[in-house]
């Protein structure tokens, strides 16, 4: 079974900015309430490990492949739960520059496996929902500064 959440938010920031913070990493644990770390090599086909938190009482840590980073444009990694087939995920942030001081941020996961359906109702109402409140947050932050 396959599954997609995709969300999406305009920010009111240059594209270059949003980038910059989207992928200064080791900053999330000061903003970012759904992923709260990423580290490891984090260039194209380099390996990283990804912490996040849908709630209080739930993280999960796994390791990823970096699919993509091109500048300014999209950064996008592969992860599995185990072994490849059970549980997997390509993650995406994809940016666009709307005007000189707008960005929309595209962020989408692909789910695909044997898990994906006994889960279907989690990624519906923890993780969708993680996405959007990350989404914000960096809305938030870049807009007060």
Do not use: C
Request: proline share 3%; aromatic share 8%.
């Amino acid at each position: 079974m396959k599954f997609e959440i995709t969300t999406e938010i305009l920010i009111n920031a240059p594209i270059d900015i949003v980038w910059k913070t989207l992928t200064n990493f080791e900053d999330y644990k000061n903003w970012n309430p759904f992923i709260i770390n990423v580290s490891g090599e984090t260039h194209q086909g380099g390996k990283i490990n990804v912490t996040i938190q849908n709630d209080v009482k739930s993280k999960m840590s796994f390791k990823a492949l970096v699919l993509e980073n091109q500048e300014n444009k999209q950064f996008s990694w592969r992860g599995k739960l185990l072994v490849k087939g059970i549980f997997d995920g390509e993650h995406k942030f994809r940016l666009e520059q709307i005007a000189n001081n707008q960005t929309r941020l595209n962020h989408s996961e692909a789910f695909s496996g044997i898990l994906v359906k006994p889960l279907l109702k989690n990624l519906q109402t923890k993780t969708k929902p993680g996405f959007e409140r990350m989404n914000h947050a960096l809305k938030v932050k870049l807009e007060n500064q």
